[in-house]
Structure formats: C-alpha cells, structure tokens
C-alpha cells in the first residue's frame, strides 16, 4: 500500500522532488519547497535557523545541502564549490570572504573559488573553515576544527584549532554510494549544468 501511495505522489510534478529524495541523506521536505517556490535564491533545501549568503556563488553537488542542519553560516561572497555526497553537520561555518583588517567595513576580495571541498567529505559539528581553503575528497573534518591551511591528500583528517592533519584514510577502503535519484539541490542533476551556466557566478 505504501509504495502504492508514493507511486502515485511521484507522479505529481510538484512532489516528485520529496517521493525519490526520501532516502538521500538531504531529503527535500514540503517546507524546503515552500522555501524555494517564494523566491528564495538558495537552490538547495535550508534549515530555518541556517543563514545562507550570495549562494548565487556557491556551487554544491549531489546531494549536498549546506546549512540542511540547524545553526550553519554559509558565507559564499568569496565563492565555495562543494563536491558531491559531501555531508555537512549543524553550526558548520564556512566563510569565503574576510574583512580588510585596515577597514573592517569593506571585504577582501577572493579568486573564485576561494573554498572548495572535494566529494564525500564530512565536516563536523562546529567546524569553521576559512577563505582560501582546499579540502580533497574523501576528508573528515573533526568537530569544533578551524581549517585555515589547505589540505593535500585525500582521505585526511583534521582536527584541532588551527585544523592539523592527524590520520590518513585508505582510499581503497572507502565506499563511493550514490542516491537512487540523483539531485543538485532542488534541481535533477542532468539538468544542472543549465541552470549553473544561467543563474550562478
């Protein structure tokens, strides 16, 4: 009966969305797209206690949701480019753009991208990453961690204020999944590239 039912809500255009994202690790609820269908600029589902800013900037891939968990400070000014299946937990800050430290009422401004985090990374609660930084895929950031050096290998985790590199993954050992139903945000990801060539930065 259950599969029945969600049979049927597939196939009502606006539902889709909630019926084949229902397992992905961000799925879409009614509320996020309630939150996109009233103009919001964030192309991907937001907690409500989440601040997103300039996210025509940001660059997420599959199944990525910066800011899905409560409490999260997406700064994009400076650009961010998130790899796909990259899972972000509650109050992460991820900050693109500094103040001129001569005239703190100005910004410095970046070269796109400033941050950029590679495929299946996870950052943890109340980690901060700073403008300028490259994470490779495959990285764990250790809760509370303050990254403000860019990594160079893969599978590294950091942890510690500044972030210190203080293990290295196998590579070979980790599992690459993939959703069912693959989405960029609220967008399905085959039609992704048209919507980045026309909306973002």
């Not at 994009?76 to 500094?98: A, F, H, K």
């Not at 990374?121 to 050096?149: E, F, H, Q, R």
């Amino acid at each position: 009966m259950k599969r029945y039912i969600l049979k049927i809500l597939s196939n009502i255009p606006v539902l889709k969305i909630i019926v084949q994202t229902r397992r992905s690790q961000t799925p879409v609820r009614l509320r996020h797209l309630w939150q996109y269908i009233s103009k919001s600029k964030v192309y991907w589902p937001v907690h409500h206690s989440s601040l997103i800013s300039s996210p025509d900037k940001i660059v997420v891939g599959i199944d990525v949701s910066p800011g899905y968990m409560p409490g999260c400070y997406i700064q994009g000014g400076g650009g961010i480019v998130i790899g796909d299946y990259t899972q972000i937990s509650c109050n992460v800050g991820l900050i693109s753009r500094n103040h001129d430290v001569y005239d703190i009422s100005k910004h410095i401004d970046n070269e796109f991208p400033s941050i950029k985090i590679g495929k299946y990374c996870w950052i943890g609660m109340n980690a901060t990453i700073l403008p300028g930084v490259k994470i490779p895929d495959y990285c764990v950031i250790g809760a509370g961690s303050v990254v403000t050096k860019s990594v160079q290998e893969k599978g590294s985790i950091l942890v510690g204020n500044p972030a210190k590199v203080i293990k290295t993954l196998d590579i070979d050992k980790i599992k690459d999944f993939k959703s069912e139903f693959e989405y960029v945000g609220f967008i399905p990801s085959e039609s992704f590239d048209r919507y980045k060539a026309r909306e973002l930065k």
